[in-house]
């Protein structure tokens, strides 16, 4: 009976002591095509800090375009934070964004956002090479 006891209980440390499965990140590649960015001008609508990205909603002459953000510690630590993107919120911006990959009309992988004040602020994925260049700034 003992040894039936610690071999139930060897199994039940054995399986919970399993690594639980977890979802896959998907690769930039998979979802945006990096031969396909372009800059996009409207209005900053919203933003929704979310795990595991943020994200930049623009009104572009009358429809909404969804802006995919780098993972929201990633912004936070590069400056990118709520109360930044919030005081351009209602103004014109410029975002660098690759285009969705699924043909879904205005969606994006943002690079970088040119907020309402000039400051330019990286964003996410250098795809294009450009980071450090005077082509961002």
Known sequence: MRARVAIVFCLLMLLASAPAPVSAHHAFAAEFDAKNC????????KVAYENPHAYLFVDV????????????SN?????ATVAA??????KE?????????????????ASYIKLADGVV???GQDVEGVFG???WR
């Open 121 to 123: 602020q990286r964003v």
């Open 93 to 109: 911006v410029t975002v660098r964004g690759c285009a969705s990959r699924n043909g879904e009309k205005h969606r994006y992988a």
């Open 75 to 79: 912004l936070r630590r590069g400056g």
């Open 85 to 90: 993107f919030n005081a351009s919120m209602n």
């Open 61 to 72: 002459k009358g429809e909404e375009a969804t802006f995919q953000l780098s993972s929201t």
């Open 133 to 135: 260049t005077k082509i």
């Open 38 to 45: 372009a800059d996009v001008v409207g209005t900053l609508t």
